[in-house]
């Protein structure tokens, strides 16, 4: 990311900054890494360390049916029960230690408590809905086909337009960064980037919540709730700068690489993080050397899995997608193109697919929640 900046803040970090009562305000350092990678510096109406009370803690852990898969796998998404508390509407469907891969349909807003997932970032793709993402760091709208991405520890809450709310989540317990080899040495994204600073979208609208009373905080942490209680709102910054915020990035902004013949997934890179990659496809012209094979090739899935979320569109690679589908193809054995649809391929010039990538580099366990929506027999689809 980078620099941004909302609301009052002192000319000098570190230094007296002070009310209109006299009073100072309340500095806090977010920071990453310790002190060596990126962070904000926010300032407080009052202390953030003013906790009246902590519950019991209670487990969220991935409930796991299956943790050597080794068979192609195919879920509808859509098929996850809408439910109206965001947290309870969250259902992890793939999951390895460096990445828990999750569905949500959510009905309500988050109006009683605020969220914060301690372990891990988070890239929450919206599928279907809109609505607000309302943070320390102010508020991002978003809507369909929106990547928002919340680094851990922000306190936030959803707030949704509509009742009708699909997500596909990501959570990552390493940071989720743009890929290094789109940026330079200054972190500035190069010039043959698919996107640039210009498509991401910070927060604006700082609110400054000058409140005392009792708020519910849940706070995540491996694999567990936290119910906490604070004095004062969150949500009480009267300014902050820095490199670290909630931001968010459309789909629809994600500008293909294409060329004379197929092109690798990696072109379709969109973020990184330790042990994945997640990558967009969407609308595109196909290849055009003049024996171009527009299907992808059969590829051997030699050191990752593959989870590709079907979001809209058609796709010419596979037969009977629906919206909000899941497939997962595991290391150790090769996949590609249905039968049949090389040849129909051939001679098309563009394609109108819309869909979500992430690459494991570890296996992916599957959890009782993905079963329970699963197309069995998928890994026959190739024969029948």
């Given at each position: 990311m980078h620099y941004h900046t909302l609301g009052n803040i002192p000319h000098k970090r570190h230094t007296q900054f002070r009310k209109p009562d006299g009073t100072l305000y309340s500095e806090e350092l977010v920071s990453t890494e310790g002190f060596s990678d990126v962070y904000s510096l926010v300032y407080h109406m009052h202390p953030p360390t003013l906790i009246?009370?902590?519950?019991?803690?209670?487990?969220?852990?991935?409930?796991?049916?299956?943790?050597?898969?080794?068979?192609?796998?195919s879920l509808e998404g859509f098929k996850i029960d809408r439910r109206d508390d965001y947290l309870h509407s969250r259902k992890p469907v793939l999951v390895n230690n460096d990445v828990y891969i999750s569905l949500a349909a959510p009905r309500e807003s988050m109006t009683d408590y605020f969220f914060k997932n301690s372990s891990a970032d988070e890239v929450i793709f919206i599928h279907e809905g809109s609505g607000t993402l309302k943070t320390l760091y102010g508020k991002l709208t978003f809507g369909y086909g929106d990547y928002v991405v919340i680094p851990r520890g922000t306190i936030y809450q959803?707030?949704?337009?509509?009742?009708s709310n699909r997500l596909f989540i990501v959570e990552s317990f390493s940071p989720v960064r743009t890929p290094k080899r789109y940026r330079n040495h200054f972190g500035q994204l190069l010039e043959h980037s698919p996107f640039c600073e210009r498509d991401i979208r910070k927060p604006i609208n700082l609110e400054t919540h000058d409140e005392k009373g009792e708020f519910s905080i849940l706070i995540k942490k491996q694999d567990h709730i936290y119910p906490y209680k604070y004095a004062t709102h969150p949500f009480?910054?009267?300014g902050w700068d820095g490199y670290l915020y909630p931001y968010a990035f459309s789909i629809h902004?994600?500008?293909?690489?294409?060329?004379?013949?197929?092109?690798?997934?990696p072109v379709h890179q969109t973020f990184?993080?330790?042990?994945f990659v997640i990558c967009s496809f969407v609308p595109r012209l196909y290849d055009y050397h003049p024996d171009s094979i527009?299907?992808?090739y059969n590829h051997s899935n030699v050191d990752s899995d593959e989870v590709l979320y079907y979001v809209d569109g058609d796709f010419m690679s596979r037969k009977h997608v629906t919206r909000g589908m899941i497939t997962l193809h595991p290391l150790g054995i090769p996949h590609g193109p249905h039968p049949g649809t090389v040849e129909k391929s051939i001679g098309a010039k563009e394609t109108k697919e819309l869909a979500v990538m992430v690459d494991t580099f570890r296996p992916l366990k599957l959890t009782k929640q993905a079963l329970d929506?699963?197309?069995e027999g998928y890994w026959r689809s190739w024969v029948e």
């Open positions: 009246s009370k902590i519950g019991t803690p209670y487990s969220v852990a991935p409930e796991i049916a299956d943790d050597k898969n080794m068979m192609h796998r959803l707030h949704f337009d509509t009742p009480d910054a009267i902004d994600f500008e293909p690489i294409t060329g004379r013949v197929h092109q690798p997934p990184e993080a330790g042990g527009p299907a992808p929506i699963e197309n």
